[in-house]
Nanobody, 119 residues
């Protein structure tokens, strides 16, 4: 069973920083892509950032220049460094993993961690 466990969420003031961590079962190198998504009440879940097994990164437009995604294969973790936080960043942040095997793709999700940014 694939397990993704997020940590690092909390309450911060606007302009502050948080670092989220996602611990994955097995080797993260076995996932084609890992990343972070977020969802605020009444809104659609949106892409925050992804990183491929080759190290390619992708960011949602709203977080470019402020957030940085990174991976540590030795620790099987994916981190999201969030700087210059804004109230609109408030959401539940979910770790996501994608694996493609023999043409079949599987998606895995963590339980989420709450990030609240006060104004």
């Amino acid at each position: 069973q694939v397990q993704l466990v997020e940590s690092g969420g909390g309450l911060v003031q606007a302009g502050g920083s948080l670092n989220l961590s996602c611990a994955a079962s097995g080797n993260i190198a076995s996932y084609n892509t890992m990343g972070w998504y977020r969802q605020a009440p009444g809104k659609q879940r949106e892409l925050v950032a992804t990183i491929s097994s080759a190290g390619r990164t992708n960011y949602g437009d709203s977080v470019k220049g402020r957030f940085t995604i990174s991976s540590d294969n030795a620790q099987n973790t994916v981190a999201l460094q969030m700087n210059s936080l804004k109230p609109e960043d408030t959401a539940v942040y979910y770790c996501h993993a994608f694996r493609l095997v023999s043409g079949f793709g599987s998606n895995y999700w963590g339980q989420g961690t709450q990030v609240t940014v006060s104004s």
